[in-house]
């Protein structure tokens, strides 16, 4: 029993947890005592010390920090016997793994509920909006509904998602046998849950849960009740996994790419994450400061944001939009990366201007970090900064545009396999434009002035992050469904789940332009009765749309219990992770690929992407028939 | 698949005929989209002479962006049906092209030589938007949770104070020089009569200029979340004529009489028009009462320094 309570799991991390209040007591109650303050009544000390502590407790009680200690201490390490490594059972998806593939699954299905949980924070706010006047929940806790949702789609929802995916799917493309260091992989991982927990456990919190919105501008957000202090620490962890899986992509892609997978041979998923990652580490650590200015200012008075005491209140805008200006393309790159796969193989074509394609993220890179003040450009901040800024902004259309032609004449003459990936991946390439020319109006100072903070920057954002992203996070769940989990999934359901999200996604979004531009501003609990009728149709169908989700979750979860088997490589294409099994062996490559060709050689005869060395599995290269037909 | 055997193993390229009927549907599908953006009565009563500009620019915008979606979904939705996988096509691949130099260095130049025009008519409008105009009065804004409240520094009361109001009376035609400020958090002071906002800030002094040309009354927002009251922190913008302008003066225990200076007036004597403002609005004579509930409440209003003040204000901006 004992044994079973001291070995590194789930449960001993459970255990560990309440150890770490009871050092925070031990912290704080002395330095409390002896700077002459009550060393106990003031729970928030307590509070703001535990939040820090308990997070590391339940960690190294999860056994996610037990290799290193072992190590560093001089203890024998145990040898690596692969044992924390791959899913046999169920079980192994609740402890700390070292296996790209779990945790590539692990990242998805944890994202994948806190869609839900967020969608479903929507839906609730969109009752309190149905009518004007509502009275569903008073506007405290309504401000708290939309800084959640928020929050949670951003850091627990869409960014690692697309880190699960990745996980998954770029040491497989690569020919890599696993992430390079799977230890830190699992550790990143085993952040988000931590994050999660501290951001939705603020509604817990005496005064309501943070509710300056995802923003959290200062002053506002350093003069607010306890509950905005789990947001300022629950964004440190689940930014400090966003930076560790980047440095983890970025050396996994550097040094670990099979032999003869030149950069210029890579597939655009893997340049996707390698620009997404670069754009992690140089933006993350921002927002960590940024929150860790509040965090000084709440906890002990540094007033770095005290107008009053020599603070300046725009110095937390351009440190937080260092970071979350770059963030909107951490959002967005890794979703190009999977249109580009999803559309050369379901067009049977390789991709249109490959390199510039490459060229063109690279491009985003540079220039997403010279645009954030566009977000201030109705602040404060000095007027001659608004031009370049303008300039700037507009210019990351063209790069963004490029890779829309570029799909566009991939598409031009192929054999479109119209699949629910597929399905995805075109409702994308028009939803996406949607929201990239709203985005360049924004761009335009004068009208920005106008529309800046409405719901028309509503409907903007959710056609870039739900029709952009989201959409795409959709297309790759279906797309590696069958390699994730060894099963085909409902063809009749993901269209279903398709044509109902467009629909309602529509519905409740496009109107959002109207009511922004007719003058209803964003985050409010109530407004004007002019914007009733529009008001009750976006809450219609958001509600729809929300339920829409429903069709995807079962879908999901029916097809992984009892789906058909799915073979190898039920999609014919060319990339490495498909010339593999269903779900991949345990080391993934049996036998070393060599990359002889490029990723995407639909339609040239006998042309390959690797070859195998032992010769055994060579696979049908994908232009064989066209081929045939020539004969 | 066997009648494809023999002639090519790809789909053929379409004839010009169908790429003509393709582009002129897309043509057609572009104009209606862009009648249908025109139409579509987007804005508020405009109230300003710079909401004009923007509503310009806005329209402007509008013609240019409806093509380039046109344009987008009608090639996605010309290969769903022109291009999507028929049955006996379940082998086949389409023809590998890579790429093509000239159409792409097309549609990066195309693109960058559209978004820079448009950058350059935006800079534009927004230069033209802040130029300052003659005759220009100042008015304070600050924002407090969960108010508005109005100063006016050329304008005082009996006690000498600046008149404070907590709704926002102008005059018609007279060009205003806002001058916004916050006491606690981040506010926006947003009038979409005149489609312009700008952030109420603690610690600096923000701002923006409007001519108000239009009579009548319209809604100022708060678009910056400030906390739990901040979708009731609204007030209302009247704009009036000089008679009444000069009415609710006095009312504010203001002494002096507001003298309508009209732009066009102002364009003529531009100099001279800015001294005689000045007279008007340093008041000498008796005072009467002032609100009360400024005074009570000891707020920072606003207060008209000399380098803020019309007279002494030419070309700072």
Known sequence: MIARLRAPGLHRGILATPLGIGLAYAIVLPIRAASGYHPVLDGTAILQVSMIICPFAFLIGLGAFDYWFHWAIGRPTRPEDHSGHGARTWKDYFRVNTDHKVIGVQYVVHSFAYFLIAGLFAMLMRVQLAQPG????????????????????????????????????????????DMAFPRLNALSFWLLPVAGLLLLGSFFAPGGSFASGWTAYAPLSTTAPIGQAFFTLGVQFAGASSIATALNFLVTIITMRAPGMSFFRMPLLVWANFSTSLLVVIATPFIAASQFFVLLDRGLGFNF????????????????????????????????????????????????GYRMMAFSLLAIVVLGFTVWAHHMFTSGMPAWLRDPMMITTAIIAVPTGVKIFSWLATLWRGVLHMDTAMLWAMGFITMFTLGGISGVMLAMVPLDLDVSKTYFVVAHIHYVLFGGSVFTIFAGVYYWFPKMTGRM???????????????FFNLTFAPMHIIGIEGMPRRVADYALQFATWNLLISFASWALGLSTLIFVYNMVVSWRGGPRAVANPWRG???????????????????????????????????????????????????LAMAAKE | MEETRGSTPHRPPISRVTVVRVVGLGVVA?????????????????????????DTLYYVLIIVTVPVFVLVTSVVLFSAWRWRMRPGEE??????????????VIWTALPAALIAALVVYAAIVLHDI???????????????????????????????????????????????????????????????????????????????????????????????????????????????????????????????????????????????????????????GAHTARSSRSSASGWTAYAPAAETHPATKEGSQ
């Open chain 1, 134 to 177: 509502g009275k569903f929940v008073d506007a405290n806790t309504y401000n708290g509904l939309f800084s959640v949702h928020a929050t949670l789609m951003i850091f627990l929802f869409v960014i690692p998602v697309f880190a699960g995916l990745a996980n998954f799917v770029l040491p497989l493309m690569i020919g890599a046998p």
């Open chain 1, 305 to 352: 944001f005290n107008a009053g005491q020599g603070g300046n209140v725009l110095l937390y805008q351009n440190v937080f939009w260092f970071y979350s200006h770059p963030a909107v393309y951490i959002m967005m790159l890794p979703g190009f990366g999977i249109i580009s796969e999803v559309i050369a193989v379901k067009s049977r074509k390789p991709i249109f």
């Open chain 1, 489 to 503: 999934y409902d063809e009749r359901l993901g269209r279903w789940h398709f044509w109902t999200t467009l629909i």
């Open chain 1, 574 to 624: 060319m990339t490495l992770e498909w010339q593999v099994s269903s779900p991949p062996p345990i080391f993934n490559f049996d036998s070393m690929p060599t990359v002889v060709g490029g990723p995407y050689e639909y339609g040239v005869p006998g042309a390959v992407h690797a070859v195998f060395r032992d010769g055994a599995d060579v696979p049908a290269p994908a232009g064989a």
């Open chain 2, 30 to 54: 572009a104009g209606i989209g862009i009648v249908i953006g025109l139409v579509i009565p987007w804005f508020p009563p405009a109230a300003a002479t710079q909401a004009h500009t923007i």
């Open chain 2, 91 to 104: 082998r086949l691949d389409g023809p590998p092209i890579h790429g093509n130099t000239q159409l792409e």
């Open chain 2, 130 to 284: 802040g130029v300052k105009k003659p005759g220009e009065i100042t008015v304070g804004v600050i924002g407090q949770q969960w108010e508005w409240r109005f100063t006016y520094p050329e304008y005082h009361d009996a006690q000498g104070q600046p008149i404070v109001a907590l709704q926002l009376y102008l005059p018609l035609d007279r060009p205003v020089n806002f001058k916004i400020n916050s006491v606690d958090v981040i506010h926006t002071f947003w009038v979409p009569a005149f489609r312009l906002q700008e952030d109420a800030v603690p610690g600096i002094t923000t701002g923006f200029r409007a001519t108000p040309d239009r009579l009548g009354s319209y809604p100022i927002i708060c678009t910056q979340l400030c906390g739990y009251g901040h979708s009731t922190m609204r007030t209302t913008l009247h704009i009036v004529t000089a008679a009444q302008f000069n009415t609710w003066l006095s009312e504010h225990g203001y002494s002096g009489t507001y003298t309508q200076t009209t732009s066009a007036h102002t364009r003529r004597t531009s100099g001279s028009a800015a001294s005689g403002l000045l007279a008007d609005a340093r008041p000498g």
